[in-house]
């Protein structure tokens, strides 16, 4: 047991997620055990439980030759105790002691003898406080069981004799516990040899004579070997056990006796080693043989758990009785038509569970002309039935197998998965009717969303019923349940059952169990029931009568009359039988655990809780301090069906099965808060495994102890429970499976046990934690950690942390291991200041990188604490639509999918895939929130049913035009073209089509609640702004006219336009009760209005114009004219106007503080009252197409923007005055990147039209480099020390042709020299449409390739003077491919063709002199027209010539081929040994260019897998150490590591990647986005000893600023763009923070320096 079960289980739990739990019969079994002779019977059941629960072995039989304890019948039949009484007649005192021991039970049915408590008779028996009385007592017993042991055996002699009795009744009177438990474990088991082995050892020489020792190895009577016992064995051992197990299940081990004590560790250690051995590798190959088995038979599993569901049905059926009047409501259901579910609900304990099974029974009934399928699952009672996609996997499977689909298309997404669950409903027909029942929805576990209910169908197809159950206010599962399922018809609400039915009941109950109480005891009973009548309360009073002999006194047959009661007396009872403080203990830690605890684990806790290891092992010393299993078993049988067994993270759990038992555990156990903590901080001990591995655990032995048994005060023991680590591995290092449950449960009890600097260092703040729970479990559930702590106790960094990860959220979901790079690049900005943050950043850059080798060497995401809350993804297109549900909950998004945030978490609450393929351009959520209605720009209309994610689609709505837009009610809604609208039924049923008025374009539809809809309608006109405002409903039709811009009042009686007479004043009108316009007043205005915006409280109106917004307060006493608020946009920047007049992307924020307006991709707020700019976001990379407020009385104040860069983006305003940790970025795409080679600290990016000059030391932006706004820069280089820029641009001008009157675009452009630390331009070079930038010389000159019509010119200038070296023209060169200069920087290599025409050519130039050195002919095999020409980068005459299959190596000088490398790319090393082949199709191979014997050829770093076709890049970094990938399409950059191919990291990029460049050491790398952002990672490498060390890097300092306070380069204020788009008071901000650069520069650089060196 010490040296092999651990073994076991660590095994068991390593390689197959098992828990290894060894039920010894022998040990624990305590004398109050022995004193109502309940051992046997507590030994058979629990093999029971093991054949029912293991996986595997189930019995392990250890014997020798002793045959072992025979003890006398504890019950004996009422018909043969007469007999055994007749047989004793003759012997008068025999009779007398026959009858002072057994007891007729009339209770049972029927009468039983039974053998009466030792402590009955002998009342010291077990007083463990006076020795020898209790001595004396247990001798006098052992006397007298003996006595009656003779006593029946002579008297079975004697009926067995006169055959009135078999021999196997006989034998029972003879048989040993050992041999019962054989009997049960092996000799009426079923496949034995899958599951039990038998270990027989024989001793050679027994010395007899040393009684002492002899007989714990032999039966002794007397002083004698007892000869019957050993023929009884022999039997045993010898014939019964080998023809019930197969040979090579039975192991038999000799051994000579050897000294006094018979067996010696020293003597017989071969003997011992042997035996360990055998028994460790037979047990895990029963192990891996039955795992094996059960991947074979996976589906076996699920028909298991289906007929444990039947089985349970079967067994509540025989107990149920009544109910008539709802079991006819439930039968007609299933006649009828009705296609919605139905609801049983009620109180816990009330029967709904009985009442479904009763109901399912009835099914075949019901449907006696057809074959009805019936599915039940009483949830939460079994591992398949207690988590969502278990359950939804085992029902899909079962529906597959009756109605013949293929099993292999159930998907295992949850999306998916529930999506098909509902399609196979429909596999229902008249013939073959589906009936589903689920008992106890609200016992599923809430993981993935399950008591959202989303899952759940609330319209069903033909020939389909749904019955569920649920309790009321438990999870709000019941109001879900009324939601989906509004009409009262389908609930049946189950009540109590009444006193009388409540009898009739336990009488029934009581006949089929073949008991009964005395009439004494039914007046009992019936005045319990008429207290309480509760179908649980029923149950209770049963077993508790269960348990009532006739002959009980009248102190033990008392009954509680409330559910609460008799539960606290069944625990009262427990703790007399089994002590208390044992039972408070292991019920403390069922009931605190967050859901449940597997036997093992609590097995584990008891061993680990000293105070019930001192109470269990006070009176004597264990040979191993763990808690005797035997004692939890004795504890679990006396709650016969109250405890269930539960799958909870992947593991059995036991736990209660009614809510009432919880109750009552805390109200007993709980109100002692101490006892509380404890038990917290127990469960929290052993889930962070501090006891684990072996480790002692001290304990101090306590008084009683010492004072009985002299033993120290203080010990160390091992209590052989695991470690508990986040990841268990295999031997290879792969993940082998997650540790679910220390994952789940150990912040649940630190925080619990108030141990809150546990928490941050094993889970909130702990890197591998983390990391594991977001690999395994939903983000919400590591998010859930935080919101606890949050609700106890305010931590700031924890919720810095939180927002981190929701921030994250759309790349974690997906991207566990990219949690170190998220939070590195957002949170560096706090690394000086916030000590737990800076730890777990050094704990990502030190444990991070072996997920993940590409950290971020500089802060590069968006810091939390500002107003960005989160920033969702997962669209494909732009989402044009989006809206909220009304109660703020949910944001629906649409573009050619549907995609449904939770706005309180940031997950994705459903993703719904309709399959069209328009894009989605409106989208309307209907006023009850059940449904959402699309509109596609290909004229289609998508019906989708927001709580269950069932769409319909609508294929042409409308006639002629294209649809404009939708708009829509509870119960239908309308879509409409410029012509008319169409009325449908939510249903999607055509009831109305309308032409509009008077022929004039419809223009939008709002549909309103009270019935007065909104049309508003365009001028025939286009270039007219004219409008026509329509209010109609059944009265009215009135119009009113206005131009440009309209408000409307929510209802409908007051608009806020521009009308013909005033140009762009603002009017007020309002609806009289006449159903006329008046006029009320106007605001002054001259700007033109492109859009007018209410207040949603519509006491503010803003308008937008050109150069910003106006605002007018409209409550405030107002002149004529009005009095304005003005909100200017920054200098540069101004609203256009929109073709749809009527949409405004301004929006006031809760209390009408600030107005939020979206203006290109950002989002400016000012302040309402004096129109301060309060704050610039860069808030996307893309235009922001829609903008949206969430405001709330709980002090919601949300602004949502969705962008063409396919992000939706949620700000919280009330945080808008909060620091945001700005980041340099280019206001354009970044297009490429040029890294100066000797100054590592200097870098430029180029976009469409400026450059940026980076310091790599700090990621700052230094300057940006434009000479005009028109040019476009074609191509940009930095000389390798960083001093000067070349670039080329581009300008298309428009000229006058000379030889035409035509004006034409002519391409025009210069080349730039710039100095790089001034930022000024050196010298311009007029130089036409450069194509070609190469630096030659050491960087001192610049060959730029140019060219203008049909000619190219080569012109090298230098640098920086600009002076020109040479200048050539070719003839024939093929423009869109560029020249190579090769390695040495003498040669040019232009690809031409000859007057021929023939591609073929090669022209090569001295690259010094510009003189032309020679043509070649490419005339090598298999030539094909090639793309790109590649210098190679280790012989100066060779170069690569590259086509669409092969890469060719050729050498200009021998003008021949050198070698032919089939699907070679071009991307070399610098050493030209490898090449890589990455095709846009997917996929990545290494190729060895030169060969080497020890490797092969090529070597495969991606599989090719089909997925479409995607832009890729790949390169070599330049130590030659990896291989770096990008994909366009996943946007992942994959790291691989040369010498082993092994992979080292898979990024997830936060934007599309334009460039990609290594550092000049190879150690890093440069990203160029599409949102202009530029980001340098630093590659990581675990393996690589002369890596970079992270620690070392400059954002890793902590620096002192002029101040004093420790910084680490970070500058706080808002989002700092290239383009310096910034409010005037953020540009004073800045300037003063840019005042503070310079003194920090020197700070910096000294730290660079040291940090260069060691580069």
Same mark, same amino acid.
């Given at each position: 047991?010490?040296?092999?079960?651990?073994?076991?289980?660590?095994?068991?739990?390593?390689?197959?997620?098992?828990?290894?739990?060894?039920?010894?019969?022998?040990?624990?079994?305590?004398?109050?055990?022995?004193?109502?002779?309940?051992?046997?019977?507590?030994?058979?059941?629990?093999?029971?439980?093991?054949?029912?629960?293991?996986?595997?072995?189930?019995?392990?039989?250890?014997?020798?030759?002793?045959?072992?304890?025979?003890?006398?019948?504890?019950?004996?039949?009422?018909?043969?105790?007469?007999?055994?009484?007749?047989?004793?007649?003759?012997?008068?005192?025999?009779?007398?002691?026959?009858?002072?021991?057994?007891?007729?039970?009339?209770?049972?049915?029927?009468?039983?003898?039974?053998?009466?408590?030792?402590?009955?008779?002998?009342?010291?028996?077990?007083?463990?406080?006076?020795?020898?009385?209790?001595?004396?007592?247990?001798?006098?017993?052992?006397?007298?069981?003996?006595?009656?042991?003779?006593?029946?055996?002579?008297?079975?002699?004697?009926?067995?004799?006169?055959?009135?009795?078999?021999?196997?009744?006989?034998?029972?009177?003879?048989?040993?516990?050992?041999?019962?438990?054989?009997?049960?474990?092996?000799?009426?088991?079923?496949?034995?040899?899958?599951?039990?082995?038998?270990?027989?050892?024989?001793?050679?020489?027994?010395?007899?004579?040393?009684?002492?020792?002899?007989?714990?190895?032999?039966?002794?009577?007397?002083?004698?070997?007892?000869?019957?016992?050993?023929?009884?064995?022999?039997?045993?051992?010898?014939?019964?056990?080998?023809?019930?197990?197969?040979?090579?299940?039975?192991?038999?081990?000799?051994?000579?006796?050897?000294?006094?004590?018979?067996?010696?560790?020293?003597?017989?250690?071969?003997?011992?080693?042997?035996?360990?051995?055998?028994?460790?590798?037979?047990?895990?190959?029963?192990?891996?043989?039955?795992?094996?088995?059960?991947?074979?038979?996976?589906?076996?599993?699920?028909?298991?758990?289906?007929?444990?569901?039947?089985?349970?049905?079967?067994?509540?059926?025989?107990?149920?009785?009544?109910?008539?009047?709802?079991?006819?409501?439930?039968?007609?259901?299933?006649?009828?038509?009705?296609?919605?579910?139905?609801?049983?609900?009620?109180?816990?304990?009330?029967?709904?569970?009985?009442?479904?099974?009763?109901?399912?029974?009835?099914?075949?009934?019901?449907?006696?002309?057809?074959?009805?399928?019936?599915?039940?699952?009483?949830?939460?009672?079994?591992?398949?039935?207690?988590?969502?996609?278990?359950?939804?996997?085992?029902?899909?499977?079962?529906?597959?197998?009756?109605?013949?689909?293929?099993?292999?298309?159930?998907?295992?997404?949850?999306?998916?998965?529930?999506?098909?669950?509902?399609?196979?409903?429909?596999?229902?027909?008249?013939?073959?009717?589906?009936?589903?029942?689920?008992?106890?929805?609200?016992?599923?576990?809430?993981?993935?969303?399950?008591?959202?209910?989303?899952?759940?169908?609330?319209?069903?197809?033909?020939?389909?019923?749904?019955?569920?159950?649920?309790?009321?206010?438990?999870?709000?599962?019941?109001?879900?349940?009324?939601?989906?399922?509004?009409?009262?018809?389908?609930?049946?609400?189950?009540?109590?059952?009444?006193?009388?039915?409540?009898?009739?009941?336990?009488?029934?109950?009581?006949?089929?169990?073949?008991?009964?109480?005395?009439?004494?005891?039914?007046?009992?009973?019936?005045?319990?029931?008429?207290?309480?009548?509760?179908?649980?309360?029923?149950?209770?009073?049963?077993?508790?009568?269960?348990?009532?002999?006739?002959?009980?006194?009248?102190?033990?047959?008392?009954?509680?009359?409330?559910?609460?009661?008799?539960?606290?007396?069944?625990?009262?009872?427990?703790?007399?039988?089994?002590?208390?403080?044992?039972?408070?203990?292991?019920?403390?830690?069922?009931?605190?655990?967050?859901?449940?605890?597997?036997?093992?684990?609590?097995?584990?806790?008891?061993?680990?809780?000293?105070?019930?290891?001192?109470?269990?092992?006070?009176?004597?010393?264990?040979?191993?301090?763990?808690?005797?299993?035997?004692?939890?078993?004795?504890?679990?049988?006396?709650?016969?069906?109250?405890?269930?067994?539960?799958?909870?993270?992947?593991?059995?759990?036991?736990?209660?099965?009614?809510?009432?038992?919880?109750?009552?555990?805390?109200?007993?156990?709980?109100?002692?808060?101490?006892?509380?903590?404890?038990?917290?901080?127990?469960?929290?001990?052993?889930?962070?495994?501090?006891?684990?591995?072996?480790?002692?655990?001290?304990?101090?032995?306590?008084?009683?102890?010492?004072?009985?048994?002299?033993?120290?005060?203080?010990?160390?023991?091992?209590?052989?429970?695991?470690?508990?680590?986040?990841?268990?591995?295999?031997?290879?290092?792969?993940?082998?499976?997650?540790?679910?449950?220390?994952?789940?449960?150990?912040?649940?009890?630190?925080?619990?046990?108030?141990?809150?600097?546990?928490?941050?260092?094993?889970?909130?703040?702990?890197?591998?934690?983390?990391?594991?729970?977001?690999?395994?479990?939903?983000?919400?559930?590591?998010?859930?950690?935080?919101?606890?702590?949050?609700?106890?106790?305010?931590?700031?960094?924890?919720?810095?942390?939180?927002?981190?990860?929701?921030?994250?959220?759309?790349?974690?979901?997906?991207?566990?291991?990219?949690?170190?790079?998220?939070?590195?690049?957002?949170?560096?900005?706090?690394?000086?200041?916030?000590?737990?943050?800076?730890?777990?950043?050094?704990?990502?850059?030190?444990?991070?990188?072996?997920?993940?080798?590409?950290?971020?060497?500089?802060?590069?995401?968006?810091?939390?604490?500002?107003?960005?809350?989160?920033?969702?993804?997962?669209?494909?297109?732009?989402?044009?639509?989006?809206?909220?549900?009304?109660?703020?909950?949910?944001?629906?998004?649409?573009?050619?999918?549907?995609?449904?945030?939770?706005?309180?978490?940031?997950?994705?609450?459903?993703?719904?895939?309709?399959?069209?393929?328009?894009?989605?351009?409106?989208?309307?959520?209907?006023?009850?929130?059940?449904?959402?209605?699309?509109?596609?720009?290909?004229?289609?209309?998508?019906?989708?049913?927001?709580?269950?994610?069932?769409?319909?689609?609508?294929?042409?709505?409308?006639?002629?035009?294209?649809?404009?837009?939708?708009?829509?009610?509870?119960?239908?809604?309308?879509?409409?073209?410029?012509?008319?609208?169409?009325?449908?039924?939510?249903?999607?049923?055509?009831?109305?089509?309308?032409?509009?008025?008077?022929?004039?374009?419809?223009?939008?539809?709002?549909?309103?609640?009270?019935?007065?809809?909104?049309?508003?309608?365009?001028?025939?006109?286009?270039?007219?702004?004219?409008?026509?405002?329509?209010?109609?409903?059944?009265?009215?039709?009135?119009?009113?006219?206005?131009?440009?811009?309209?408000?409307?009042?929510?209802?409908?009686?007051?608009?806020?336009?521009?009308?013909?007479?005033?140009?762009?004043?603002?009017?007020?009108?309002?609806?009289?009760?006449?159903?006329?316009?008046?006029?009320?007043?106007?605001?002054?205005?001259?700007?033109?209005?492109?859009?007018?915006?209410?207040?949603?409280?519509?006491?503010?109106?803003?308008?937008?114009?050109?150069?910003?917004?106006?605002?007018?307060?409209?409550?405030?006493?107002?002149?004529?004219?009005?009095?304005?608020?003005?909100?200017?946009?920054?200098?540069?920047?101004?609203?256009?106007?929109?073709?749809?007049?009527?949409?405004?992307?301004?929006?006031?924020?809760?209390?009408?503080?600030?107005?939020?307006?979206?203006?290109?991709?950002?989002?400016?707020?000012?302040?309402?009252?004096?129109?301060?700019?309060?704050?610039?976001?860069?808030?996307?990379?893309?235009?922001?197409?829609?903008?949206?407020?969430?405001?709330?009385?709980?002090?919601?104040?949300?602004?949502?923007?969705?962008?063409?860069?396919?992000?939706?983006?949620?700000?919280?305003?009330?945080?808008?005055?909060?620091?945001?940790?700005?980041?340099?970025?280019?206001?354009?795409?970044?297009?490429?990147?040029?890294?100066?080679?000797?100054?590592?600290?200097?870098?430029?990016?180029?976009?469409?039209?400026?450059?940026?000059?980076?310091?790599?030391?700090?990621?700052?932006?230094?300057?940006?480099?434009?000479?005009?706004?028109?040019?476009?820069?074609?191509?940009?280089?930095?000389?390798? !020390?960083?001093?000067?820029?070349?670039?080329? =641009?581009? &300008?298309? @001008?428009?000229?006058?042709? %000379?030889? *035409?009157? /035509?004006? #034409?675009?002519?391409?025009?452009?210069?080349?730039?020299?710039?100095?790089?630390?001034?930022?000024?331009?050196?010298?311009?070079?007029?130089?036409? !449409?450069?194509?070609?930038?190469?630096?030659? =010389?050491? &960087?001192? @000159?610049?060959?730029?390739? %140019?060219? *203008?019509? /049909?000619? #190219?010119?080569?012109?090298?200038?230098?640098?920086?003077?600009?002076?020109?070296?040479?200048?050539?023209?070719?003839?024939?060169?093929?423009?869109?491919?560029?020249?190579?200069?090769?390695?040495?920087?003498?040669?040019?290599?232009?690809?031409?063709?000859?007057?021929?025409?023939?591609?073929?050519?090669?022209?090569?130039?001295?690259?010094?002199?510009?003189?032309?050195?020679?043509?070649?002919?490419?005339?090598?095999?298999?030539?094909?027209?090639?793309?790109?020409?590649?210098?190679?980068?280790?012989?100066?005459?060779?170069?690569?010539?590259?086509?669409?299959?092969?890469?060719?190596?050729?050498?200009?000088?021998?003008?021949?081929?050198?070698?032919?490398?089939?699907?070679?790319?071009?991307?070399?090393?610098?050493?030209?040994?490898?090449?890589?082949?990455?095709?846009?199709?997917?996929?990545?191979?290494?190729?060895?260019?030169?060969?080497?014997?020890?490797?092969?050829?090529?070597?495969?770093?991606?599989?090719?897998?089909?997925?479409?076709?995607?832009?890729?890049?790949?390169?070599?970094?330049?130590?030659?150490?990896?291989?770096?990938?990008?994909?366009?399409?996943?946007?992942?950059?994959?790291?691989?590591?040369?010498?082993?191919?092994?992979?080292?990291?898979?990024?997830?990029?936060?934007?599309?990647?334009?460039?990609?460049?290594?550092?000049?050491?190879?150690?890093?790398?440069?990203?160029?986005?599409?949102?202009?952002?530029?980001?340098?990672?630093?590659?990581?490498?675990?393996?690589?000893?002369?890596?970079?060390?992270?620690?070392?890097?400059?954002?890793?300092?902590?620096?002192?600023?002029?101040?004093?306070?420790?910084?680490?380069?970070?500058?706080?204020?808002?989002?700092?763009?290239?383009?310096?788009?910034?409010?005037?008071?953020?540009?004073?901000?800045?300037?003063?923070?840019?005042?503070?650069?310079?003194?920090?520069?020197?700070?910096?650089?000294?730290?660079?320096?040291?940090?260069?060196?060691?580069?």
């Amino acid at each position: 047991m010490a040296d092999v079960y651990p073994k076991i289980k660590e095994y068991c739990r390593e390689n197959h997620g098992l828990e290894f739990q060894v039920v010894d019969m022998r040990w624990g079994v305590r004398d109050e055990a022995t004193d109502d002779h309940m051992t046997t019977e507590l030994c058979m059941n629990e093999i029971r439980n093991c054949q029912r629960l293991s996986t595997g072995p189930n019995f392990v039989v250890f014997l020798g030759q002793k045959y072992g304890y025979r003890p006398i019948p504890t019950i004996i039949d009422g018909a043969e105790f007469k007999k055994l009484e007749e047989c004793t007649q003759q012997f008068p005192e025999d009779l007398a002691l026959l009858q002072k021991w057994y007891q007729v039970d009339t209770n049972t049915v029927p009468p039983v003898y039974i053998l009466r408590p030792i402590s009955t008779v002998y009342y010291n028996f077990n007083n463990k406080r006076n020795a020898k009385l209790q001595e004396a007592d247990s001798n006098a017993w052992w006397d007298t069981m003996c006595d009656l042991q003779k006593i029946l055996r002579r008297a079975v002699e004697v009926l067995l004799e006169k055959k009135m009795i078999d021999e196997e009744g006989a034998h029972n009177y003879y048989m040993s516990v050992t041999e019962r438990e054989i009997q049960n474990g092996i000799l009426r088991a079923k496949d034995t040899g899958d599951h039990a082995l038998a270990y027989i050892r024989s001793i050679e020489d027994i010395n007899i004579s040393v009684l002492r020792i002899s007989k714990l190895f032999v039966d002794i009577a007397g002083r004698s070997l007892d000869t019957e016992a050993q023929d009884l064995l022999d039997n045993l051992r010898d014939r019964k056990i080998p023809a019930a197990l197969a040979e090579e299940n039975i192991a038999r081990f000799s051994v000579t006796w050897t000294g006094k004590e018979g067996l010696d560790n020293d003597t017989h250690k071969e003997y011992i080693e042997e035996f360990c051995n055998h028994f460790y590798h037979s047990i895990l190959k029963l192990v891996d043989d039955a795992v094996k088995k059960n991947d074979e038979l996976m589906h076996d599993r699920i028909y298991a758990d289906i007929l444990q569901h039947l089985h349970m049905c079967l067994n509540l059926v025989k107990l149920f009785k009544g109910r008539e009047e709802i079991i006819h409501r439930v039968t007609e259901y299933l006649k009828g038509s009705n296609n919605i579910p139905l609801i049983m609900y009620g109180e816990s304990g009330c029967g709904k569970t009985s009442l479904l099974a009763k109901s399912a029974s009835l099914v075949r009934e019901v449907y006696n002309d057809a074959t009805p399928v019936l599915l039940i699952r009483f949830l939460g009672t079994s591992p398949d039935s207690s988590t969502i996609q278990p359950l939804l996997h085992s029902l899909c499977v079962q529906i597959s197998y009756l109605y013949d689909q293929p099993i292999e298309d159930i998907p295992s997404d949850l999306v998916l998965l529930q999506g098909y669950f509902k399609k196979l409903l429909s596999c229902a027909t008249k013939e073959s009717p589906m009936v589903i029942f689920l008992d106890s929805l609200d016992q599923i576990s809430p993981t993935d969303g399950a008591h959202s209910l989303m899952w759940l169908p609330t319209r069903l197809p033909p020939n389909v019923k749904f019955v569920v159950s649920s309790l009321p206010k438990l999870y709000g599962v019941l109001d879900t349940l009324f939601k989906l399922i509004s009409n009262k018809g389908n609930r049946i609400e189950i009540t109590p059952l009444g006193a009388d039915l409540g009898g009739n009941i336990i009488k029934t109950w009581l006949e089929r169990k073949q008991r009964d109480v005395s009439s004494s005891q039914w007046e009992i009973v019936n005045a319990a029931i008429s207290k309480c009548n509760l179908p649980l309360y029923v149950k209770l009073v049963f077993d508790e009568i269960c348990r009532w002999r006739s002959f009980s006194k009248p102190q033990d047959t008392v009954l509680s009359h409330s559910i609460h009661e008799i539960i606290n007396k069944l625990f009262e009872r427990i703790e007399n039988s089994h002590g208390k403080t044992l039972v408070s203990r292991a019920l403390g830690y069922i009931t605190a655990s967050k859901s449940g605890l597997s036997e093992a684990e609590l097995e584990d806790l008891l061993s680990l809780d000293e105070k019930v290891l001192n109470d269990v092992f006070q009176y004597h010393i264990p040979p191993v301090r763990r808690i005797p299993p035997l004692l939890w078993t004795r504890i679990r049988n006396d709650l016969p069906g109250y405890l269930t067994e539960r799958e909870a993270d992947g593991v059995n759990v036991i736990n209660w099965y009614h809510r009432q038992f919880i109750d009552v555990c805390k109200e007993r156990y709980f109100r002692n808060l101490n006892f509380l903590n404890e038990i917290h901080s127990n469960i929290s001990d052993y889930f962070c495994g501090t006891w684990g591995g072996g480790r002692e655990k001290p304990f101090e032995y306590s008084e009683l102890q010492r004072s009985r048994l002299g033993s120290e005060k203080t010990g160390l023991s091992d209590r052989k429970v695991p470690l508990q680590p986040n990841v268990h591995y295999d031997s290879d290092g792969n993940v082998c499976r997650y540790n679910l449950r220390k994952l789940s449960e150990l912040p649940h009890h630190l925080l619990r046990s108030n141990r809150y600097d546990d928490l941050y260092n094993e889970c909130l703040f702990n890197y591998g934690f983390l990391r594991a729970k977001i690999a395994s479990m939903p983000l919400q559930m590591t998010l859930a950690d935080f919101e606890e702590l949050q609700e106890k106790v305010f931590d700031k960094d924890t919720k810095i942390l939180a927002d981190t990860i929701r921030l994250s959220a759309s790349i974690l979901t997906h991207y566990s291991d990219m949690l170190g790079p998220q939070i590195v690049g957002r949170l560096l900005p706090l690394y000086s200041t916030h000590p737990k943050i800076r730890n777990l950043i050094q704990q990502c850059d030190t444990d991070g990188i072996n997920f993940c080798s590409l950290v971020p060497t500089h802060h590069c995401y968006h810091t939390p604490g500002g107003p960005l809350q989160y920033s969702l993804e997962g669209h494909l297109f732009a989402p044009y639509g989006i809206s909220i549900t009304s109660d703020t909950r949910y944001l629906i998004s649409a573009s050619n999918r549907i995609i449904i945030f939770d706005l309180s978490t940031g997950e994705v609450f459903r993703t719904i895939f309709p399959g069209v393929e328009g894009i989605v351009s409106t989208l309307s959520i209907s006023p009850n929130d059940k449904y959402c209605v699309c509109s596609t720009t290909i004229n289609q209309v998508i019906i989708c049913n927001i709580q269950t994610g069932d769409f319909q689609i609508i294929e042409k709505p409308v006639e002629e035009t294209s649809l404009l837009g939708v708009s829509s009610l509870s119960s239908e809604f309308v879509v409409y073209n410029s012509r008319a609208w169409y009325v449908y039924s939510i249903d999607g049923t055509l009831k109305q089509r309308t032409p509009v008025y008077q022929a004039t374009p419809l223009m939008e539809i709002r549909l309103k609640q009270n019935k007065e809809h909104v049309f508003i309608l365009e001028s025939v006109d286009e270039n007219d702004r004219d409008r026509t405002f329509v209010v109609l409903n059944a009265n009215i039709d009135d119009h009113f006219q206005f131009h440009t811009a309209l408000a409307v009042t929510k209802d409908s009686k007051t608009v806020y336009s521009c009308i013909e007479l005033s140009d762009f004043d603002i009017a007020v009108y309002t609806r009289s009760p006449r159903f006329c316009w008046e006029y009320q007043r106007s605001f002054n205005n001259t700007e033109e209005v492109y859009s007018l915006c209410l207040s949603d409280d519509e006491t503010h109106l803003a308008a937008t114009v050109a150069p910003g917004f106006k605002v007018w307060d409209l409550l405030a006493k107002l002149s004529k004219e009005g009095k304005e608020v003005v909100m200017s946009l920054p200098h540069g920047i101004r609203n256009i106007p929109n073709k749809h007049s009527l949409a405004s992307l301004c929006l006031f924020s809760r209390r009408n503080e600030f107005l939020c307006a979206g203006v290109r991709k950002y989002i400016f707020v000012w302040d309402v009252k004096n129109g301060t700019l309060v704050k610039t976001l860069d808030a996307h990379f893309g235009r922001i197409c829609r903008l949206m407020s969430v405001t709330g009385p709980d002090r919601t104040n949300k602004l949502i923007s969705s962008s063409l860069d396919k992000t939706i983006k949620v700000w919280n305003i009330e945080n808008i005055y909060e620091d945001v940790y700005s980041i340099d970025r280019m206001e354009k795409p970044v297009d490429d990147i040029c890294m100066a080679a000797d100054h590592i600290s200097r870098a430029i990016t180029i976009t469409r039209n400026c450059l940026g000059l980076w310091n790599l030391s700090d990621g700052r932006l230094l300057k940006t480099l434009s000479s005009s706004g028109s040019s476009i820069i074609s191509q940009a280089k930095i000389t390798s !020390n960083g001093l000067y820029i070349v670039s080329a =641009e581009l &300008d298309n @001008r428009t000229q006058q042709n %000379s030889e *035409s009157e /035509n004006e #034409v675009i002519i391409p025009t452009g210069n080349v730039l020299i710039w100095n790089a630390e001034e930022g000024k331009t050196l010298q311009t070079v007029p130089l036409r !449409n450069v194509h070609q930038l190469i630096l030659n =010389e050491n &960087d001192t @000159r610049c060959i730029a390739i %140019s060219s *203008s019509l /049909n000619r #190219v010119k080569c012109t090298c200038i230098e640098v920086p003077r600009a002076k020109e070296v040479y200048t050539f023209e070719l003839e024939g060169q093929k423009r869109n491919k560029n020249a190579v200069l090769t390695c040495d920087g003498l040669s040019l290599v232009f690809p031409t063709t000859n007057k021929a025409g023939e591609t073929n050519i090669l022209s090569v130039y001295h690259a010094k002199t510009g003189a032309h050195q020679f043509k070649v002919t490419l005339k090598y095999s298999n030539y094909q027209e090639f793309h790109t020409l590649l210098p190679m980068p280790n012989d100066p005459s060779q170069i690569a010539i590259i086509d669409n299959n092969k890469g060719v190596i050729f050498d200009i000088k021998k003008k021949s081929a050198v070698k032919s490398i089939n699907k070679w790319n071009g991307v070399v090393n610098s050493t030209g040994k490898y090449g890589l082949y990455a095709p846009t199709r997917g996929g990545l191979e290494l190729l060895a260019l030169t060969k080497n014997p020890d490797k092969p050829q090529t070597q495969t770093l991606i599989p090719r897998v089909a997925e479409g076709v995607f832009y890729v890049k790949c390169l070599f970094t330049k130590n030659d150490k990896h291989v770096v990938y990008y994909h366009r399409g996943h946007r992942t950059i994959r790291v691989f590591r040369i010498s082993d191919c092994k992979q080292l990291a898979h990024y997830k990029c936060h934007a599309q990647v334009n460039a990609m460049e290594g550092t000049a050491d190879g150690t890093g790398l440069l990203l160029g986005a599409e949102d202009g952002s530029f980001v340098i990672l630093t590659i990581a490498d675990p393996q690589n000893a002369n890596n970079i060390k992270i620690e070392e890097l400059p954002s890793r300092q902590l620096i002192q600023d002029p101040n004093g306070s420790a910084q680490n380069g970070f500058t706080i204020g808002s989002h700092m763009m290239a383009a310096k788009v910034v409010s005037k008071p953020l540009s004073k901000v800045r300037q003063h923070l840019q005042s503070k650069r310079q003194a920090k520069e020197d700070k910096m650089n000294s730290i660079l320096k040291d940090y260069t060196s060691k580069v």
